[in-house]
């Protein structure tokens, strides 16, 4: 899940206000956003990006589309 750091790449410390990074789907939030850092922070050693969450977002999203489909 990593790769070279950009802004939207960039760890997000608790406090940081978060932004949603361009190309982003609409159905994401940053209260959404919030809540999958503050949930999957505690399985990674190192910090994790608003990028790390949307992807985290997506493919869960993908999951769950698979499973619906059975």
């Known amino acids: 899940m990593r790769r070279r750091a ?4 960039a760890p997000v410390a608790p406090t ?3 932004v949603l990074p361009p190309g982003t789907p609409d159905w994401i939030t940053v209260d959404l956003l919030r ?6 922070q505690k399985h990674y050693k190192e910090p994790l990006s608003t ?3 949307v992807t ?8 769950f589309g698979i499973l619906a489909l059975e």
């Open 56 to 63: 985290i977002i997506l493919n869960a999203g993908q999951l």
């Open 35 to 40: 809540l999958t850092l503050k949930v999957w």
């Open 51 to 53: 990028q790390d969450a």
């Open 6 to 9: 950009s802004k939207s790449d």
């Open 16 to 18: 940081e206000p978060v």
